[in-house]
């Protein structure tokens, strides 16, 4: 049985006891108080003794299967009055990914001009999920002026950061 890293599963799900006077669950030598929820790697045994004293026992062989891994949460911005392609922002590998802002669905994020705080939520080929943040903001465009056109003698330098105010920037 797989599950993702840091999520647990039900094991009593997995077999049908009924018609038992009792049944414990193993992990090793140690029984396992609570079968409903359980995360360690490994094989876990079931052992069913019957009213005919029968007793029957049954494995579970528990995966951990890794999460995707997007990494930190990011800030970005863009200029506005233009847009940023948030596809670009996360590797994605082979999974899937979802985007959402405000906790609704958002289908293209390629073009995106809007601020705000959107999720992408990934999920690999077994289900496991990563999510992670993006804050989007507008940056303001430097406003430089008009351009110039200037004429220099040969052999003759010129200072250009003088004609352009730039400290702001």
Partial sequence: KNICDGTTTDLTTNFDTTGSISTAWYF???QILIPSAV???GQYALIANYPDGCIDTAYVNLNI????ALGNDQL????YGSSIDLNTVYNIGANSAEWFIGGMPINNVSTVSSNGL???VVTNSLGCTDTANITVSSAVKPNLGNDLSLT???NVTEDLTSYFITSTY
């Fill in 39 to 41: 995360s360690s790697l």
């Fill in 76 to 79: 970005v911005s863009y200029c």
């Fill in 118 to 120: 959107y999720s992408i």
């Fill in 152 to 154: 220099v003698c040969s």
């Fill in 28 to 30: 090793g030598s140690n």
């Fill in 65 to 68: 299967i890794q999460n995707p």
